[in-house]
């Protein structure tokens, strides 16, 4: 499913983007849930934050020191950080206060030294060689008013775990609200001609890994984390939070949308109306994570016919008839085609599987946890093995 008019943005820019419309809608739930209005659930927000910044690292490669790029280390600990947050969101409490003790170190070490990073970086100094003092000291300021924001964040969250007492909901909705609007505002700044920093123009491809697969590659953690998890759900060992679960699976959704333009299979050009589903995406899985139960009926649905629209498309687009023109293309011979064939027999599978789960959602209550447990199991060790087998391929340019 392809569309035209792909719109150009440089990458820094809509994963802020992403960012801001994330606490921004973070903050507004904060206050309805002060007011009364909405029950909340805590190990969700600091979740959410752990999955934000492990995306961060994976797919912008910034850490506190410099951009990387998407070094294997990088990719490796982003993808740590964000398996951390699936499980705090997944199972309430489970992790105890280790989920903000790492948003603390994280955010807050972290911070300061992106903060310091911004007056001692070369990619700083070229921006104020080529655009000037003006545009240098403007970015600057939101840069810093970002990373001090943050910083008030992070120590909220110290009070917060020594005097609970003593801090409000209130307060975290003003610093989240702040925050999201500062992001805004970042994301303008950077965008707006003649004022892209170098580092908003992150390469979408990389020696490392290219970023469809990064973000491909989150679906494999989330299966194998909820269907291990469910696993022991299924013994009586641990609780569930299957709104939290389904409205991660969503923001994830948003998120590749925003950034590659995709969503799951099916791969679309990233135009205006991609971006505002995405948006809409981050948003509804934002609010779904954070209120328990909230459209837990209706997020089901969607989420069991997305995945069965998903894997149809996916299974039609490998087994169509092909034209004479396309068999030419793809004629290979010796292991290349045994490496094709294998190719071609996961991806057929991931097909089944996606309809399967999306089946074993519209009937969640007659099939036993464990079968839906191995199931998401399943279907994230076969991500992970297409994944290797596609890079084989793309390394001998068997496959664009």
């Not at 300061?112 to 600057?140: A, E, P």
Request: hydrophobic share 55%; net charge positive; charged share 10%.
């Amino acid at each position: 499913m392809k569309k035209n008019n792909e719109v150009k943005i440089p990458l820094e820019v809509i994963f802020l983007l992403a960012c801001g419309v994330l606490m921004f809608v973070l903050g507004i739930v904060l206050l309805f849930v002060a007011r009364g209005f909405l029950p909340y659930y805590q190990h969700g927000i600091y979740g959410l934050l752990l999955i934000i910044c492990g995306l961060h690292l994976q797919i912008l490669g910034k850490t506190p020191v410099r951009h990387t790029l998407r070094t294997w280390p990088v990719l490796a600990f982003g993808s740590i950080v964000t398996i951390i947050g699936f499980v705090s969101i997944f199972v309430p409490g489970i992790l105890g206060d280790i989920p903000k003790i790492l948003v603390i170190i994280l955010y807050g070490v972290g911070g300061i030294l992106l903060l310091l990073n911004i007056f001692l970086s070369n990619d700083m100094y070229q921006l104020w060689k080529t655009h000037g003092k003006k545009v240098y000291s403007h970015l600057i300021y939101r840069y810093a008013t970002v990373y001090i924001i943050t910083s008030f964040i992070v120590i909220t969250t110290i009070i917060q775990i020594f005097l609970p007492k003593i801090i409000h909901i209130e307060l975290f909705a003003v610093f989240f609200l702040l925050f999201g609007i500062n992001l805004f505002y970042l994301a303008y700044n950077l965008q707006k001609p003649g004022q892209i920093s170098t580092e908003s123009t992150i390469p979408i491809s990389h020696s490392c890994m290219s970023l469809r697969t990064v973000m491909e590659m989150q679906y494999g953690f989330f299966m194998l984390v909820s269907g291990s998890l469910l696993v022991l759900k299924s013994i009586g060992l641990i609780p569930f939070a299957y709104s939290a679960q389904m409205g991660t699976l969503v923001l994830l959704l948003g998120v590749q949308a925003l950034v590659v333009g995709d969503m799951l299979t099916l791969q679309f050009d990233r135009n205006w109306l991609i971006i505002l589903i995405g948006i809409i995406f981050v948003a509804f899985g934002t609010i779904t994570i954070i209120v328990p139960d909230i459209f837990i009926i209706y997020l089901a649905l969607f989420i069991s016919l997305f995945n069965i629209m998903g894997g149809f498309y996916l299974l039609y687009h490998l087994l169509r008839p092909r034209s004479k023109s396309e068999k030419e293309v793809c004629k290979q011979e010796g292991n290349d085609i045994l490496i094709l064939i294998f190719l071609v027999l996961l991806a057929i599978l991931t097909g089944i599987l996606m309809i399967l789960i999306g089946i074993s959602l519209l009937i969640f209550d007659q099939i036993p946890v464990l079968n839906f447990a191995i199931i998401l199991a399943f279907f994230g060790l076969t991500l992970f093995v297409l994944f290797y087998v596609r890079s084989i391929a793309e390394k001998k340019q068997l496959i664009g």
